[in-house]
């Protein structure tokens, strides 16, 4: 009899568990509320009079709606590959169709999401601008030579990548081209036999278009006035005529050594050498002609000053003794 009764309880439990187990899988119609608690069948809640405000969408949310309210506008859609109101090629660009506007739609260039690139430390450039202030204040405003020149003349320095070569290969390359005109410099390179005149010409191809782009230097006379022609003197002493003086030139070329690099030799019974192929980059100073035009005429006005060298000067003979100090 003690034992039927255990069953009975037993089976009353499963049956209670079950049940249970439905209540908790079986959604209601309130979406504010999942599921029913186990509790619910058998009347164990609280307070069933209690509503729980249903919200349909999180846009219905009131915290969400204060948060729309505050958030401020997306900023506008740059176009990548976008020309700058500054850039020297903006006058290149294709005439608007008619009926369209002139930017196609497109928004342009917006200096304050551009801030993080051409100003990235404000506070160092500020100190800085303290600095320059104080030093032209205690000049007085006057410049220094340097100074002038940096004013009023162009120059680029670019150097180039790694090239797979040595300092004794590039060397001479570096010391042919010095000197010359940019177009003279290329054909050079083009027609070298040296396999680094390659790359050397691909980078003075490079420095070309930087120094263009970014000194605007090698643009032309101003209005198209065309000067005269000038003959000037190098620094080597060689005579040339000069017809454009915007035209560019390289001043200084050199040559700088990389690291090693690691490279695996495959030989015979499994052997394995590791060779340090050397690498060498190129630099290069562009200059205009206007530039090596003032060099020749303060050469010219030396010469002119330069007084004439006498043997026996007369002067008065100082520092004598009457005998011998040795």
């Not at 002038?148 to 120059?155: A, G, S, V, Y």
């Not at 000069?242 to 560019?248: E, L």
Request: proline share 7%; aromatic share 6%; net charge positive.
């Amino acid at each position: 009899m003690a034992h039927a009764r255990h069953m009975m309880s037993i089976s009353c439990l499963n049956r209670h568990v079950a049940a249970c187990r439905w209540a908790w899988q079986t959604p209601t119609s309130n979406p504010a509320v999942g599921y029913i608690s186990c509790r619910t069948i058998f009347g164990w809640s609280g307070r069933k009079d209690k509503k729980t405000p249903t919200i349909n969408s999180p846009e219905e949310h009131p915290v969400y709606k204060e948060f729309l309210k505050k958030k401020p506008p997306p900023p506008p859609v740059v176009v990548r590959g976008d020309l700058s109101e500054s850039s020297i090629f903006a006058e290149e660009e294709k005439a608007p169709e008619p009926g369209k506007a002139a930017d196609g739609g497109r928004s342009r260039r917006d200096p304050a999401s551009m801030a993080a690139v051409l100003d990235p430390q404000p506070e160092a450039r500020r100190r800085w601008e303290r600095k320059m202030l104080i030093r032209e204040v205690r000049r007085r405003g006057r410049l220094s030579r340097t100074q002038k020149l940096k004013r009023t003349e162009r120059e680029c320095l670019s150097k180039s990548h790694f090239i797979k070569t040595s300092v004794k290969k590039l060397g001479p390359l570096a010391r042919q081209i010095s000197g010359k005109s940019v177009e003279d410099a290329i054909v050079q390179m083009q027609f070298s036999k040296k396999k680094a005149a390659k790359s050397v010409r691909e980078h003075l191809e490079h420095a070309r278009n930087e120094a263009i782009v970014r000194r605007g230097m090698g643009l032309g006379e101003v209005d198209g006035k065309k000067e005269e022609p000038v003959q000037i003197e190098t620094k080597d002493g060689r005579r040339r005529t000069v017809t454009d003086q915007t035209g560019m030139y390289i001043d200084q070329a050199w040559v700088g050594r990389g690291p090693y690099g690691r490279e695996p030799e495959f030989r015979a019974r499994g052997r394995v050498n590791i060779l340090r192929p050397p690498v060498t980059s190129i630099s290069v100073v562009l200059k205009e002609e206007a530039t090596r035009i003032r060099q020749h005429r303060e050469r010219e006005e030396k010469r002119r000053n330069r007084k004439m060298w006498t043997a026996l000067p007369n002067r008065p003979i100082k520092a004598q003794h009457q005998y011998y100090t040795w």
